[in-house]
């Protein structure tokens, strides 16, 4: 009997887990703040291929290049799950528009808020693959 109720409670974590993972939209629109991503990761992360993968590195720009003042959010999100950290790193990638992946380098290198260096520092190496893998020709 304990045995059976041991299964049972690893079912229920399993299924809970699943049941928080809704099925895959469309095309969820551009995120522009690190809350609206991080729900939409905890939602869909299940989803992060083909058109809805590029366009949570749409975000991932928009956001960095539009809105570096917030980079404290992420570290915030970032600590609290690191999953998520590695989730964005991930996005700044070659099928971003060359322009932004330099932007976003540039901000890691010249303009990292206080307490953030390590979270710039892989900002700033991940663009500079991005954008040897941009210059590659496909």
Known sequence: MKRWLEICGLLMIYCAGYAQQLPCPALPPTLR???????????????????????YSESVARILVDHWNTLSRLAFLARENPEFRRFVLKHVDASLDGDDIKKIRTKATTQCPKGLRVLCDDLRKQADTALKEYATPR
Not at 33 to 50: E, F, M, V
């Open 33 to 55: 703040t690190w809350d609206a991503l991080y729900r939409s990761y905890k939602s869909y992360r299940n989803c992060d291929d083909g058109l809805i993968g590029e366009n």
